[in-house]
């Protein structure tokens, strides 16, 4: 063997391997196929071109709302207010404004009240036929509004209890409640049975257990089901309009009333009615979204199951 072969085999022989060079080279991400790329493109288009479409619906509507005159001209002659101060005086949003408190706030608590109970029945008890209970007060959730909601105004039309105060709050109560019973029930279920036992045995009563361990674990799942419920009931149209009166009209159904009006109101007024109940809607769904996520509910139905 020569000298340079020598020095060659030494050095091959005596030269430690790097295991960084030695490491096979990462595959490049394979390029997506030219029909996966149309798919995408087709339906980021069509998400974009429902928003674009929603938002200048929106846009078209609050335009007009502060529109002196806009008749085949791309922008109204001139803008204003006096549009909103006509429609709180038409049609007496002042009083409608307090019926919609009146009737959401009453559907919240008494929602509250009644449902948290029953998920706690529903969470800790097991019985025969317990699916089929949870069936029963999922129904009217599962059903739509009205189905149910023409045969219960028609037995509240015989009793006197429709056009009152009271049965547009339990019409609105019926959908409410197991609402409530589906969000709290999975926030039960996470709590330690064992907490009641250990609270029993330093001498807690009932009161005192609800109170001061089993109340403030079950304060956020609370606190959004109330939320929850609160912008559901606002926007809750069919039961609110077969069972209200007159003076008993939610800004919804109100909101309705006025759409159909239109031959003796001005459209301005109505578009202005609608940006009021929208921007109320709107600022109750971000106050909800600031204490409730829809995935963090979705995931823990599905721990619980």
């Known amino acids: 063997?020569?000298?340079?072969?020598?020095?060659?085999?030494?050095?091959?022989?005596?030269?430690?391997?790097?295991?960084d060079s030695a490491a096979v080279t990462p595959r490049a991400k394979p390029r997506a196929s030219v029909p996966d790329m149309l798919w995408k493109v087709i339906v980021w288009g069509g998400v974009a071109f429902f928003l674009l479409n929603v938002v200048l619906l929106i846009a078209t509507v609050g335009v007009n709302s502060t529109a002196t005159r806009w008749f085949g001209t791309p922008l109204p002659q001139g803008f204003t207010l006096h549009w909103y101060a006509q429609a709180w005086r038409d049609f007496q949003l002042g009083s409608v404004l307090w019926v919609t408190f009146e009737v959401v706030g009453a559907v919240v608590l008494l929602s509250i009240a009644l449902g948290v109970p029953a998920a706690y029945a529903?969470?800790?008890a097991q019985f025969p036929g317990k699916r089929i209970c949870m069936l029963v007060f999922l129904l009217p959730l599962m059903v739509p509004p009205v189905t149910y909601g023409i045969p219960m105004a028609t037995a509240m039309y015989q009793i006197g209890l429709a056009g009152t105060l009271p049965g547009v709050i339990l019409a609105n109560l019926v959908p409410a409640l197991p609402f409530v019973?589906?969000?709290?029930?999975?926030?039960?279920?996470?709590i330690d049975p064992n907490?009641?036992?250990?609270?029993?045995?330093?001498g807690a009563n009932t009161l005192r257990y609800f109170r001061y361990v089993l109340l403030p674990l079950l304060a956020p799942g609370m606190l959004a089901a109330g939320l929850l419920v609160l912008v559901r009931t606002i926007g809750m149209f069919e039961l609110t309009f077969f069972t209200a009166g007159p003076d008993t009209q939610t800004l919804v159904v109100a909101l309705y009333y006025a759409v159909f009006s239109t031959g003796v109101r001005a459209p301005q007024s109505i578009d202005a009615m609608a940006m009021?109940?929208?921007?109320?809607?709107?600022?109750?769904?971000?106050?909800?979204?600031?204490?409730?996520?829809?995935?963090?509910l979705v995931s823990r139905v599905k721990e619980s199951r």
């Open 122 to 124: 529903l969470a800790r």
């Open 181 to 190: 019973i589906l969000v709290m029930t999975p926030f039960i279920e996470q």
């Open 195 to 202: 907490l009641e036992s250990a609270a029993r045995i330093f």
């Open 276 to 296: 009021i109940y929208m921007a109320i809607t709107l600022a109750w769904v971000l106050v909800a979204l600031q204490f409730v996520s829809p995935t963090q």
């Open 1 to 19: 063997m020569s000298a340079p072969q020598r020095n060659a085999a030494g050095l091959h022989a005596n030269t430690p391997i790097n295991s």
